[in-house]
């Protein structure tokens, strides 16, 4: 593994009972690069992001990452939370928020990998305590401007309207600091402005050294922000390359609007 | 889709949440309630159901040996006068229930709208709270006092609960067995090497700190219900041992003359006694609420809720699941630890039939009750499922059959609790909050 | 060998009997998610019944199976009334609450019902008229009695019926269609409300058969029996992996069986260890019980 890249995928596969819903898919992500895993419904790519966070135990293949400067780790078998604390870090495609929670709380809860303090610290709220609670609080804080949520920490976050949770998912996702960062079709159910709004928050997100790997149904943006696009029909890599690549690709094509089409 | 008739409510109720829109709520209301005549006719089809229903166990009384019938006519009556006019009552109160109008709801705004307007208010509150606490074991009698320390050691190991069922979501059905454990760790000390309160308190909450990491390691991988029945069985599988186990625990017989807290010599009389161990509570309990209103708000506290609302994601925050579930499960134990000494110290004398089933049911209750995760809701819980039955030793008899009416009644009328838990808000500078917009 | 068999149709007929009632459980938690803490009260209210209408009924002279019938008969009637009444108070004005809520209104359901039976009856053990007469052809027989057999049938024969009532009727369908999918059966035009209220008839009748067979069987009761059986019955069906209706018979059975032979060749002492040991074991190898399927999230 090449110290450009931060994540490298080979061979993958998993089966559910009968069905094979990723076929020795190869996969990698550069350092600082945006790129995209798309396909129909069913293709397999939040699969595939399964196996990486480890929701999902891989029957095959090997899924090796490199955090910035630091030597390449094979993650399979890893626990989820394990992986997310080597710098991995994901958002759902059904919003898993936590619905009790303030939204301040949600991304507080997403420091939770980077601070120290444990029970004690707590009952006796030690100095050290407090002041990492005021720390995490701020950084917090920062991740919710950063997404444009700084007017509404003290809502609850199921009271949020759905554009606003898909970005309080982003931003408690960036609270764990990741160095990549997963995003399971983030423009889902928006309308274009809140697209667009999306689209710059993306290549900001990359902008600071985060590199992204995005499931996205809106062809559009996907065109417009990601460096490298692959193409996953019925857990098979059909195709990947630039977007221009991609998109002139006829097997592409084919997978998305059906063999009537092939001419 | 049929659209039926219950659905209609939800409507009025999201209607009501702005204020303005209030009078046509109400209006929604009498529209909705069917008119009086229908309303009286299906009460007393409702009283002659329930006349059917009581017939054979309220009306005839039989004695199989000595082969007598006695009919008991009169109590038809008495059903049937009752089921139509709570039916009537019933009715009225799930209508209003449902339009959003009920009147709890308010209540506890309008109070915590009070507090929160002027500081100083809270601080008098709690100033009231704590002189009267300090006065009332020389205010009421021994008795009184006695009844109240109980009531409190209730607010203890409701607040222990609540760590695991409130905060966590893990639904624990037997914390009774970490409070035998606690119990039974003070009296077998001191009992064996008279060891004493001081002492055994810390040590009663380890062990049972220890036992539910124990116990938790195998079992936190079960899904809600699951994990329900087996803390449930391990609850019983402990009673049993305690009750068969003669040479460990002196079986069903228990152990008697367990010490009462050191008295500093004194030689405290009985009722000086109990108003020191009403003070020894009083502290506990203050010191529960601090450390639980802090842990709440804390790292581990904040882990608990995200596991309690949704364990994917949790684990995605690189939360660690098993190791959370375990601090949460040895937490609550080492309350219900601190519980058993106490109810050792406090009665003298245990025996396996104080860890019942029941008494893990009582302690879910009042959490439930209460307002899960509220430590004013468990407070609260704690009192009225406590206090009502001792102060229902009037109707003495009747006593249970209203409790178990009152748990269902406020179950129906109030889901969420009698005080529903709030999440702190956190304080920013007002140029902060000027994000950039959405 | 005559004592092995001996326990093990003991076992057998104590293992129907929780079959019967974690059936109920079952049923219930498979369609509303809710472990019905008052169906033990519904088995007592059923054995209530059944002794009140059988002693009325013998001092008009009637005796034998008519008695056995008509005993058994209100028993049914009354148990299946008590549980349609006690969703409706107690758990339908719950549906949309927090989820534990319903389960401590059951709770209190539970002490309010026990307290009832307590008040309006007796506290005192009251003895059960032996109802089922002992066959002549088992005369020689030493290792089954004839209540048991009879137990063991009627539980064979319940079983079978709501095998073909849930596989073959309309409501059947609706209720394993409710049971998968409550919102898309509702969305389909299932009438959830009714599909519930059955089912809750459904297993409190079950409650009431065996809350009769086996009061006729141990020759006595007390307003307390339900409780016990109740969280028996519901380990039963956990242990077979809840919301699974042969998981709920074979749960029953296997606790009934370790219940007897721990009994026979241990101690009658640590009976309920050796149940609720073995809950916890089974659990912990197969997390979802017996016959459970493992519901995996998707994400
Ligand atoms: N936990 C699971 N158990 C069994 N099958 C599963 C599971 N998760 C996914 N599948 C199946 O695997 C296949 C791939 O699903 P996946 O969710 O990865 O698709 P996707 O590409 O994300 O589709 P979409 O664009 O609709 O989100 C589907 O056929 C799905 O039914
Ligand atoms: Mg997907």
């Given at each position: 593994m090449d110290g450009d890249q931060v994540l490298q995928v080979r061979g993958l596969t998993m089966d559910f009972g009968g069905l094979r819903a990723l076929a020795e898919v190869d996969l990698d992500v550069g350092r600082n690069e945006i790129v995209a895993l798309i396909g129909p419904n069913g293709a397999g790519k939040t699969t595939f992001f399964n196996c990486i966070t480890s929701v999902h135990d891989p029957d095959r293949g090997?899924?090796?990452?490199?955090?910035?400067?630091?030597?390449?780790?094979?993650?399979?078998?890893?626990?989820?939370?394990?992986?997310?604390?080597?710098?991995?870090?994901?958002?759902?495609?059904?919003?898993?928020?936590?619905?009790?929670?303030?939204?301040?709380?949600n991304v507080m809860v997403g420091r939770h990998c980077r601070t120290r303090a444990g029970i004690a610290g707590a009952i006796f709220s030690t100095k050290q305590a407090r002041a990492e609670e005021r720390a995490c609080m701020d950084f917090a804080f920062s991740m919710l401007a950063k997404v444009g949520l700084g007017n509404r920490a003290d809502e609850k976050a199921s009271e949020l309207p759905y554009g606003a949770q898909r970005r309080l998912e982003i931003a408690r996702a960036l609270a764990t600091e990741p160095f990549l960062l997963l995003l399971d079709e983030p423009a889902a159910g928006m309308n274009p402005s809140e697209t667009d709004e999306m689209d710059r928050l993306v290549s900001r997100i990359r902008e600071e050294g985060v590199s992204i790997l995005l499931i996205e149904h809106d062809m559009k943006l996907v065109m417009s922000i990601s460096d490298r696009i692959y193409v996953l029909d019925y857990g098979n890599l059909i195709a990947s390359g630039t977007p221009q690549e991609v998109a002139g690709n006829s097997r592409v094509i084919k997978a998305y609007l059906g063999e009537s089409f092939d001419a | 889709m049929p659209i039926k008739h219950e659905n209609a409510p939800s409507i009025g109720k999201t209607a009501s949440c702005d204020g303005y829109s209030l009078p046509a709520s109400r209006r929604n209301l009498r529209d909705r309630l069917p008119k009086t005549g229908f309303n009286t006719l299906k009460s007393l089809g409702i009283a002659l159901w329930f006349m059917f229903l009581t017939f054979p166990i309220m009306v005839i009384k039989v004695s199989p040996l000595e082969k007598t019938i006695e009919w008991r006519w009169s109590r038809l009556v008495y059903v049937g006068a009752g089921a139509f006019s709570l039916s009537m009552l019933w009715r009225f109160l799930i209508y209003r229930m449902e339009a959003g109008t009920s009147f709890k709801k308010p209540l506890q705004e309008r109070l915590s709208l009070f507090f929160q307007r002027k500081k100083s208010r809270k601080a008098t509150a709690l100033a009231a709270a704590f002189i009267f606490a300090a006065l009332f074991p020389f205010i009421f009698s021994t008795y009184q006092t006695s009844i109240m320390i109980s009531a409190l050691m209730y607010v203890m190991l409701g607040l222990g609960l609540n760590i695991v069922v409130g905060l966590a979501g893990l639904l624990d059905l037997g914390y009774v067995a970490f409070y035998a454990a606690g119990a039974y760790c003070y009296a077998?000390?001191?009992?064996?090497?008279?060891?004493?309160?001081?002492?055994?308190?810390?040590?009663?909450?380890?062990?049972?700190?220890?036992?539910?990491?124990?116990?938790?390691?195998?079992?936190?991988?079960?899904?809600?219900?699951?994990?329900a029945i087996v803390t449930l069985g391990f609850g019983e599988i402990i009673r049993l041992v305690l009750e068969n186990w003669n040479e460990f625990s002196f079986g069903p017989s228990g152990i008697a003359g367990i010490d009462r807290p050191w008295d500093f010599g004194l030689g405290f009389t009985l009722r000086g006694h109990t108003i020191y161990l009403f003070y020894i509570v009083c502290l506990l309990v203050l010191l529960t609420m601090v450390v639980v209103s802090r842990l709440r708000n804390s790292r581990i506290g904040r882990a608990w809720i995200a596991l309690r609302e949704d364990e994917i994601a949790c684990e995605a925050m690189g939360i660690d699941k098993t190791r959370t579930k375990l601090t949460a499960f040895a937490l609550g134990a080492t309350w219900a630890g601190f519980g058993g000494c106490l109810l050792a110290a406090k009665t003298t004398f245990i025996n396996p039939a104080s860890f019942t089933f029941m008494e893990s049911a009582i302690i879910l209750s009042i959490v439930v009750l209460g307002g899960m995760g509220s430590i004013s809701g468990v407070i609260l819980g704690a009192f009225i499922l406590i206090l009502m039955p001792e102060y229902l030793r009037a109707f003495s008899e009747y006593r249970m059959l209203a409790f178990g009416a009152a748990m269902v009644i406020i179950m129906v009328f109030r889901p969420q609790g009698l005080i529903s838990a709030t999440r702190k808000r956190y304080e920013f500078p007002e140029e902060k909050r000027e994000g950039e917009k959405p | 060998m005559e004592y092995f068999l001996e326990l093990f149709f003991g076992g057998l007929t104590r293992g129907s009997i929780y079959a019967l009632l974690a059936l109920g459980y079952t049923m219930v938690y498979g369609i509303i998610q809710l472990i019905n803490f008052a169906h033990g009260e519904i088995y007592m209210i059923g054995a209530f019944t059944a002794l009140i209408a059988a002693s009325a009924l013998s001092m008009l002279g009637l005796d034998g199976w008519s008695l056995l019938a008509i005993a058994g008969l209100a028993a049914v009637i009354y148990s299946a009334a008590y549980g349609f009444t006690l969703e409706k108070i107690a758990y339908k004005p719950l549906r949309k609450a927090p989820r534990l809520s319903p389960l401590i209104s059951a709770i209190g359901m539970s002490i309010f019902l026990q307290n009832y039976v307590l008040l309006a009856q007796t506290s005192d053990f009251l003895s059960f008229p032996a109802l089922i007469d002992e066959f002549p052809f088992m005369e020689d027989v030493t290792i089954i009695r004839s209540s048991e057999l009879v137990i063991i049938s009627v539980?064979?024969?319940?079983?079978?019926?709501?095998?073909?009532?849930?596989?073959?009727?309309?409501i059947g369908k609706a209720m394993r269609a409710v049971a998968q999918d409550r919102?898309?059966?509702?969305?389909?035009?299932?009438?959830?409300?009714?599909?519930?209220?059955?089912?809750?008839?459904?297993?409190?009748?079950?409650?009431?058969?065996?809350?009769?067979?086996?009061?006729?069987?141990?020759?006595?009761i007390n307003f307390y029996i339900g409780f016990i059986a109740g969280i028996k019955a519901f380990t039963a069906a956990v242990l077979g992996g809840i919301g699974s209706l042969p998981g709920a018979v074979l749960g029953g059975l296997v606790l009934g069986w370790?219940?007897?032979?721990?009994?026979?060749?241990?101690?009658?002492?640590?009976?309920?260890?050796?149940?609720?040991?073995?809950?916890?074991?089974?659990?912990?190898?197969?997390?979802?019980?017996?016959?459970g399927r493992s519901s995996a999230e998707k994400v």
């Open positions: 090997d899924m090796i990452i490199q955090p910035p400067g630091k030597a390449p780790q094979r993650i399979n078998g890893l626990k989820p939370n394990a992986v997310t604390e080597l710098g991995i870090a994901r958002t759902f495609q059904n919003i898993r928020l936590f619905k009790d929670m303030t939204v301040l709380e | 077998l000390l001191n009992h064996h090497f008279g060891v004493g309160f001081w002492t055994a308190l810390p040590l009663a909450g380890a062990i049972a700190a220890v036992m539910g990491i124990f116990l938790g390691f195998p079992v936190l991988r079960l899904r809600g219900d699951y994990l | 539980t064979a024969l319940s079983t079978a019926l709501l095998t073909i009532f849930i596989k073959f009727t309309g919102i898309m059966a509702m969305l389909l035009g299932v009438k959830v409300d009714r599909v519930i209220s059955v089912t809750f008839i459904i297993g409190s009748a079950l409650a009431a058969v065996g809350g009769v067979l086996i009061s006729s069987h141990v020759g006595q370790t219940e007897s032979f721990a009994t026979g060749y241990v101690s009658s002492d640590y009976e309920d260890v050796f149940a609720f040991g073995l809950l916890v074991f089974i659990l912990i190898c197969k997390p979802s019980g017996i016959l």
